[in-house]
């Protein structure tokens, strides 16, 4: 999970430009990220493919099959290759072919892509649209080397065939709308291999196929996920006290405003190029008209209230709370309008602890905002902590409508409900959690 951002003071007039935290603006893929750069002259040209080389990625870790994929790409062998076969409604295949630098008419023809040898098959994730395999010989399971295929059906007899096809990686976001525009180019015989060869325009006369009528992969790069593309907006929530941009190295501009005195909440929107998935974040400007930086400083630390959870167990309420006096809490009361850090207690290991509005091993909904360590695959352990609070423009929501579980990430079993303060007696969910937390002077 990426580290989130911090609430901050300013002074009257101040400004300041802050970075956003690592992966902000990533998509949501597990396994590694392809961007695949094509002359597609209908459309968008890039589409990009999450490999299933790491745990949670697809139902099977294809990991040979994915490093196998990407030691092409990071060499660059796949830089100028062609699509040289499709077939309607079933699959578009390349990975084999280089463009040729002449017409055909000057003896210009695909060439071989340098291979590295054969990879063992790894069956098991099926053949859907959208995912990518990897193509072989007919009676030959391990013989795939450098071809591959994006399914543009759900080609689910492949499954089986030949030893079941690998597949490796799918097309992410509206990725498949740019494989639609190369599936509908017009398909000719040239023979051989090139026997259903797509062209973005027919053969010429006197130049036969020229170089620009392939379909090509103009460019194919891994991308770190703290560079993947994304567009950037930023809001204020009251720009009479505060302005806030984006610059163009994408970072947040904020200033200010002459003799401001308040509290600002800011909201960061990114919106992924790859996968079009949302990461929303906000946080605090404190504006400390008459206050000197540590006074602001002081005043910000006082909103935070700490709960340490012990290392939790199999029997109702699943889990223990202590304030930061080492008192046990009979139950917490949120507070909506309160900022909450969790801390696990004594460097609990057991039953990795995390919280949010959706339920169990779900992403929570925008209402909230949650920074620090853990996720809702991986809770918290050992001396790792998070802090939870509800956005400000969410919050009588929240309050009428909200819901905020706890879990333990590992089991499904565990899972228990803080009661809102400020909810209707109607909505309370559980009556043994009535204690409210205070803030400690």
């Given at each position: 999970?990426?580290?989130?951002?911090?609430?901050?003071?300013?002074?009257?007039?101040?400004?300041?430009?802050?970075?956003?935290?690592k992966?902000?603006?990533?998509?949501?893929?597990?396994?590694?990220?392809?961007?695949?750069?094509?002359?597609?002259?209908?459309?968008?040209?890039?589409?990009?493919?999450?490999?299933?080389?790491?745990k949670?990625?697809?139902e099977?870790?294809?990991?040979?099959?994915?490093?196998?994929?990407?030691?092409?790409?990071?060499?660059?062998?796949?830089?100028?290759?062609?699509?040289?076969?499709?077939?309607s409604?079933?699959?578009l295949?390349?990975?084999?072919?280089?463009?040729?630098?002449?017409?055909?008419?000057?003896?210009?023809?695909?060439?071989?892509?340098?291979?590295?040898?054969?990879?063992?098959?790894?069956?098991?994730?099926?053949?859907?649209?959208?995912?990518?395999?990897?193509?072989?010989?007919?009676?030959?399971?391990?013989?795939?080397?450098?071809?591959?295929?994006?399914?543009?059906?759900?080609?689910?007899?492949?499954?089986?065939?030949?030893?079941?096809?690998?597949?490796?990686?799918?097309?992410?976001?509206?990725?498949?709308?740019?494989?639609?525009?190369?599936?509908?180019?017009?398909?000719?015989?040239?023979?051989?291999?090139?026997?259903?060869?797509?062209?973005?325009?027919?053969?010429?006369?006197?130049?036969?196929?020229?170089?620009g009528?392939?379909?090509?992969?103009?460019?194919?790069?891994?991308?770190?996920?703290?560079?993947?593309?994304?567009?950037?907006?930023?809001?204020?929530s009251?720009?009479d006290?505060?302005?806030?941009?984006?610059?163009?190295?994408?970072?947040?501009?904020?200033?200010?405003?002459?003799?401001?005195?308040?509290?600002?909440?800011?909201?960061?929107?990114?919106?992924?190029?790859?996968?079009?998935?949302?990461?929303?974040?906000?946080?605090?400007?404190?504006?400390?008209?008459?206050?000197?930086?540590?006074?602001?400083?002081r005043?910000?630390?006082?909103?935070?209230?700490?709960?340490?959870?012990?290392?939790?167990?199999?029997?109702?309420?699943?889990y223990?709370?202590?304030d930061?006096?080492?008192?046990?809490?009979?139950?917490?009361?949120?507070?909506?309008?309160?900022?909450?850090?969790?801390?696990?207690?004594?460097?609990?290991?057991?039953?990795?602890?995390?919280?949010?509005?959706?339920?169990?091993?779900?992403?929570?909904?925008?209402?909230?905002?949650?920074?620090?360590?853990?996720?809702?695959?991986?809770?918290?352990?050992?001396?790792?902590?998070l802090?939870?609070?509800?956005?400000?423009?969410?919050?009588?929501?929240?309050?009428?409508?909200?819901?905020?579980?706890?879990?333990?990430?590992?089991?499904?079993?565990?899972?228990?409900?803080?009661?809102?303060?400020?909810?209707?007696?109607s909505?309370?969910?559980?009556?043994?959690?009535?204690?409210?937390?205070?803030?400690?002077?």
């Amino acid at each position: 999970m990426a580290a989130g951002l911090d609430d901050i003071t300013l002074q009257p007039s101040g400004k300041t430009t802050l970075k956003l935290p690592k992966k902000f603006g990533a998509s949501e893929a597990i396994g590694s990220v392809v961007e695949l750069r094509t002359n597609n002259p209908l459309g968008d040209q890039s589409f990009f493919l999450e490999l299933f080389n790491k745990k949670g990625a697809a139902e099977r870790k294809t990991k040979a099959t994915a490093k196998n994929f990407l030691k092409y790409v990071d060499n660059g062998l796949y830089d100028q290759s062609i699509f040289h076969r499709s077939v309607s409604s079933f699959v578009l295949q390349g990975g084999g072919f280089a463009a040729p630098l002449v017409p055909s008419s000057q003896g210009g023809m695909p060439t071989e892509i340098q291979d590295y040898g054969t990879v063992k098959n790894q069956p098991g994730n099926s053949n859907l649209e959208g995912t990518v395999a990897m193509a072989k010989l007919g009676g030959q399971p391990d013989s795939a080397t450098n071809q591959w295929f994006v399914n543009l059906s759900d080609n689910t007899f492949l499954d089986e065939q030949n030893g079941g096809f690998t597949v490796f990686g799918k097309v992410l976001g509206s990725g498949m709308d740019v494989v639609g525009d190369l599936a509908s180019a017009d398909v000719f015989d040239f023979g051989g291999v090139f026997s259903q060869l797509p062209l973005w325009a027919s053969p010429v006369d006197d130049f036969g196929v020229r170089p620009g009528d392939y379909l090509t992969v103009d460019r194919a790069r891994e991308l770190p996920a703290k560079k993947q593309p994304f567009s950037l907006t930023v809001e204020s929530s009251d720009e009479d006290l505060l302005t806030a941009s984006v610059t163009k190295k994408q970072r947040i501009k904020l200033k200010a405003a002459a003799g401001a005195s308040g509290e600002v909440e800011v909201n960061v929107r990114s919106v992924s190029l790859v996968d079009g998935s949302i990461n929303e974040e906000s946080f605090d400007v404190l504006i400390g008209s008459g206050l000197s930086m540590r006074q602001a400083n002081r005043k910000t630390r006082r909103k935070k209230i700490d709960i340490f959870v012990d290392g939790g167990s199999f029997e109702d309420p699943f889990y223990r709370f202590f304030d930061s006096d080492g008192d046990e809490l009979e139950g917490v009361k949120i507070n909506a309008q309160k900022t909450y850090r969790f801390s696990r207690l004594d460097n609990a290991d057991t039953h990795p602890f995390y919280l949010g509005d959706s339920g169990f091993n779900k992403a929570s909904s925008q209402w909230i905002k949650i920074k620090g360590d853990g996720d809702v695959g991986d809770g918290i352990i050992d001396s790792e902590r998070l802090t939870f609070k509800v956005k400000k423009k969410y919050r009588s929501k929240f309050k009428q409508e909200g819901r905020l579980d706890y879990f333990c990430t590992s089991h499904s079993s565990m899972i228990g409900s803080f009661q809102i303060k400020g909810a209707n007696a109607s909505d309370s969910i559980d009556p043994q959690i009535q204690a409210v937390i205070v803030p400690s002077d």
